[in-house]
């Protein structure tokens, strides 16, 4: 009999441990979910504590990335920075190192620190040489060169590192249309009016072929 009851006490330990109820899985899916529906506070929190249950996963750098993202949409830009910097101390060669770099970059131009814009620019292009992230940071050096420091000659050294066709051909039409103006500026009228005819010429979907046309018509 006493047997009987140990065992009825045991399989009924074990039948409440099976009903007790589990602790939820802190899931990466639901935090994007949020982010999508800007939901940004809520996302951070989920994503800080995924952190602290998870601080083996692979998705931690993603994670801390996602952090950042969710403050800058919620203009706590200091906040942002942070996060971004929390990837690369975590982990300087994850997926997500290039993007930080870049992030931390646009943060500081923001502030109007150009120096330091260009030299994680830099930084990310020694982390990644795709072909997206290597034409992202030119051009996003290239105007920091030419609206931040005014600097048009370094300006237009990077702009002809990306002159042709390009991945991203945003980009290309964006590049002719900067170049048009320095060269504008400088007085080289000629240079001005090959720069916007190829925008004429060869995208002529763009949204700015009218703005081409127009500095076209002044120069003639």
């Known amino acids: 009999m006493l047997k009987y009851y140990i065992l ?22 639901d935090g994007k979910y949020l982010q999508v529906t800007s939901q940004h506070e809520k996302a951070i929190k989920l994503f800080k504590d995924f952190l602290k249950s998870n601080p083996g996963s692979p998705y931690v750098p993603e994670a801390q ?26 982990d300087p060669k994850s997926p997500y190192a290039a993007l930080s770099y870049r992030q931390i970059a646009k943060q500081y131009a923001a502030k109007e ?8 620019y830099q930084r990310a292009l020694q982390v990644s040489n795709s072909s997206a992230n290597v ?25 002809r590192k990306l002159a042709g066709d390009l991945k991203n051909p945003r980009i290309t039409v964006s590049v002719y249309l900067n170049m048009g103006k320095i060269f504008k500026q400088k007085g080289e009228n000629d240079k001005a009016r090959a720069a ?23 120069l003639n």
């Open 113 to 120: 620190e150009y120096q330091k814009a260009i030299e994680n």
């Open 8 to 29: 009825t006490g045991l399989l009924l330990i074990s039948w409440g441990f099976a009903c007790a109820p589990k602790p939820k899985t802190i899931s990466m899916a």
């Open 65 to 90: 990335y996602l952090i950042g993202d969710s403050y800058e949409r919620l203009n706590q830009p200091e906040l942002a920075l942070k996060a971004y910097k929390n990837v690369l101390e975590k």
């Open 135 to 159: 034409e992202d940071c030119t051009f996003a050096i290239a105007q920091v060169y030419q609206n931040g420091l005014k600097d048009y000659d370094a300006a237009l050294r990077e702009y």
């Open 196 to 218: 916007y005819q190829t925008i004429i010429n060869k995208y002529s979907w763009s949204s700015h072929l009218l703005e081409a046309k127009k500095e076209l018509e002044k």
